[in-house]
């Protein structure tokens, strides 16, 4: 099975001798392909990473969007040329992955069954929307309790 995910990360970046605080939720997918658990990015498109279990899987996609961002600070000169970036990044669609990803979130409404570690995780009624956001630290005021967060598509059957 394929699990859709929503993710959403908070990071703190220099760019140019400037704090910057990069808020991105987006969308990942989850599956068990020859032993090993990958997550590949939908919304944004091009990051992959891959564990033993979910969890790792997690910290490793979660580095991975961290070093994509740090990529592109030591790589722009002021924090326009970083958002634009940052901007071009974010809105790649891997539209395959999208299909799928579409098409687990249906089979989770409809209420397929879930496995551990996924069965534990927060649920969202609906869709959320994908953003990002780059804002001058200290603008940017933190909240602890919304760094870094996944969760799963909520069933429509309350009782599932």
């Not at 099975?1 to 969308?27: C, N, Q």
């Not at 969007?65 to 634009?84: N, T, Y």
């Not at 970036?85 to 999208?98: M, P, S």
């Not at 994908?130 to 969760?151: N, Q, W």
Request: with cysteine; charged share 30%; aromatic share 12%.
């Amino acid at each position: 099975m394929k699990y859709p995910l929503f993710f959403s990360y908070t990071d703190l970046i220099d760019v140019a001798g400037v704090r910057v605080a990069v808020e991105a939720r987006g969308r990942c997918l989850m599956a068990l392909e020859h032993g090993e658990w990958w997550i590949e990015g939908v919304e944004p498109g091009g990051i992959a990473a891959s564990g033993e279990i979910p969890q790792q899987a997690f910290l490793k996609f979660r580095h991975t969007w961290f070093q994509v961002l740090e990529d592109i600070a030591h790589e722009k000169s002021s924090v326009r040329e970083f958002e634009d970036e940052v901007a071009r990044t974010f809105e790649q669609l891997n539209e395959v992955a999208d299909l799928e990803w579409k098409d687990a979130r249906d089979q989770i409404r409809q209420g397929c069954a879930v496995e551990d570690p996924f069965v534990a995780m927060k649920r969202v009624e609906g869709d959320v929307s994908a953003f990002y956001r780059v804002r001058t630290y200290p603008e940017f005021a933190l909240s602890a309790s919304k760094m870094d967060e996944m969760i799963i598509p909520a069933t429509h059957d309350k009782a599932a």
